[in-house]
């Protein structure tokens, strides 16, 4: 049996906080990007809302209700300041895929967005009414003016067009909810779905995510054992790169906040979502007793030919073969969309799946 520790992580103190301007490198599905780092900042006061706002309960997946938000008006902190505008918005945009599952979940409609950056478990990707702006890569920024947007929620790999869309796009307020370089990253995916959800009239269903996420980090630590050692990994194109705990992209952070303990940890690591170029050897030689796995492919060569699940590649490693993860299946995958939806859903998906395999093995 293993020996059970306990910790609590603490919840957001305040749902809002005013940042210096976020930066943010490109992403797709074929190059590297920081979506996981951006610029820090100071944390302030949480925002109020200055106006009759919409019940958390509006239409939308889990809500109890299909009212409508009600006319008024929000104030709330992001990556670049204080905002206060008109609600419900009338003209949204969305290009943040950390935002994309719970918009839709929600019921809000979008005029426009980076369609071409969803997978297909979010729902916009069947709604042809939405114009689509393209890849990062090669985005259509001038099709935002079609929409007349008043509001844009725009991050992680459309970061850097933050100007154009203020300039195409003079009366909309563009809103940065990445998260920031130097925080808790646990925290910061809190305070995007919270202040989220004040935009939209969906405090509790925020709330409710908050809650959710928050329940699924704590079974992780109940039931992780710091004796053992744990390694992550990205798997693409057929190739076993390593993930540096705190640093590297999607599964480096969970580290930091269900406090587990690196089976390997190199110097000079960075944050590329390829993983660092370890070799697989090294990764058994370090002989990690959990691994985890984030299938990069998964979210966008499922329909290629070539395209070889992480799970094939990883348990069939002759170097892996002895190492202690692969011999007790102590392997955890993430979810297979993770790469371009990277949402509070599906870091609290992915940890109850850690927590059953932990609570199984214990």
Known sequence: MKTLRRSLIGGLAAASLVAVAACSSDEDGTEDSSSDDTSQSDETEGSESSSDEAGSDD???GSDSDDAQAAGTVTFEDNNGTHEISTPPQSVVATDNRTFEALADWGVELQAAAVSLMPDTISYTEDPA??????HREPDLEAVVAVDPDLIINGQRFTQYAPDFAELA?????VDLDPREGEPFDQELIRQITVLGEIFGHEDDA???VEDFEAAVSRVQDAYDAEDTVMAVNVSGGDIGYIAPGLGRTLGPVFDFAELTPALEVDGSSDNHQGDDISVEAIADAGPDWILVMDRDAAI??????YSPAAEIVESSEALAGVPAVQDQQIVYMPADTYTNEGIQTYTEFLNDFADALEAAA
Request: aromatic share 0%; glycine share 8%; net charge negative.
């Open 301 to 306: 060569s499922a329909d290629d030919p070539a």
């Open 130 to 135: 939405i114009i689509d702006l393209g890849s």
């Open 59 to 61: 239409a939308g997946e």
């Open 170 to 174: 003079p009366n909309a307020t563009v």
């Open 207 to 209: 709330a409710q995510l």
